[in-house]
């Protein structure tokens, strides 16, 4: 996408994290290019420096910063919605500091710098895949990443639970996906999830939906290693798929049946389950359980035995 196109885009409002995270890159790459004369042209055009805004772009999108915004928003651990209306908060800010004349003038300088000879006749891109065989790359990204997860199976604890005590899954966190998932991004930047899921996905002919984050990418993922799915599927459609089954096994047994209001909850949790793992007495203090009552209101609708149901959703809907 040309450059001017990029900001454009940004400047009329498109908050997408790949538009920010190549702009960003675009004009950190132009910022070491450019002389002190034309630092000083785009300086007095924004009003600060390229550099702060190249930075500006790249803390839009930091996954840690996202997250603390989300936390001082109210949402103590923030699901999937409250990380990407913080994520926006952030790109749209960063974003007020482009303007017409101030990207016109970016295109400028970056054209006079560039080393492109004809600007006129560009190549026009066909198509982007993987260099060389699909599937042969496909392959290797899939045992690289087999081959990490085995090294550190009884280094990281989430690890350790799904290959050595599979049946213990249900007690797998939030908190310790999130430590699988940096200890991957630090130690093989290359094994994104969502880059190894499409790996898995061209082999196992996968024909479905993406998942909705690198956490969920990398719980299906880590079960498709372990064996616990024999191909790739996705966590939230295997929390649902095993949800409506638990609710199908409670209702044909003799025991009462769930209320409309406790379904209410249920579902709730189902939802919780599809982007958090599982499920605790903290959780029920948090959205969207707070609104509706939080734990006191769980506690109306289910008794004393709602520590036991709790775990019993956790473990089926791990299953």
Avoid: C
Avoid at 195 to 211: C, I, R
């Amino acid at each position: 996408i040309p450059f001017k196109d990029l900001a454009m885009g940004l400047m009329m409002g498109d908050r997408s994290e790949e538009t920010v995270s190549s702009l960003a890159a675009r004009l950190a790459r132009l910022d070491h290019k450019l002389s002190a004369d034309d630092h000083q042209k785009i300086t007095a055009e924004a009003g600060t420096s390229l550099t702060a805004i190249v930075s500006d772009l790249f803390n839009a999108i930091d996954p840690d910063k996202v997250e603390a915004d989300a936390k001082a928003a109210g949402h103590p651990e923030p699901d999937d919605a409250a990380m990407q209306t913080a994520r926006e908060a952030r790109i749209k800010q960063a974003a007020n500091i482009f303007t017409g004349p101030l990207i016109n003038l970016m295109d400028t300088v970056r054209r006079d710098n560039e080393q492109t000879i004809d600007h006129e006749n560009l190549d026009t891109l066909l198509r982007t895949e993987w260099a060389g065989s699909v599937a042969e790359n496909a392959q290797q990204i899939t045992q690289e990443f087999e081959a990490y997860l085995d090294e550190n199976r009884d280094q990281i604890e989430a690890l350790t639970i799904y290959f050595n005590t599979p049946a213990r899954r249900s007690e797998v966190t939030y908190a310790m996906i999130k430590d699988v998932l940096k200890k991957l991004t630090d130690d093989r930047p290359r094994l994104a999830p969502l880059t190894v899921w499409q790996a898995y996905a061209h082999l196992d002919e996968y024909k479905g939906s993406n998942p909705a984050s690198d956490l969920t990418a990398l719980v299906a993922l880590i079960r498709r290693v372990t064996g616990l799915d024999a191909t790739l599927t996705p966590h939230s459609e295997r929390v649902r798929r095993n949800f409506q089954n638990w609710v199908l096994n409670h209702h044909a047994g003799h025991g009462d049946k769930f209320t409309e209001e406790q379904m209410e909850w249920l579902r709730m949790i189902r939802d919780h389950l599809a982007t958090s793992f599982t499920i605790e007495r903290d959780d029920l203090d948090m959205a969207p359980f707070d609104s509706r009552g939080g734990l006191g209101q769980m506690y109306a609708l289910f008794g004393e035995g709602m520590d036991d149901m709790m775990t019993e959703v956790n473990r089926a809907l791990s299953a």
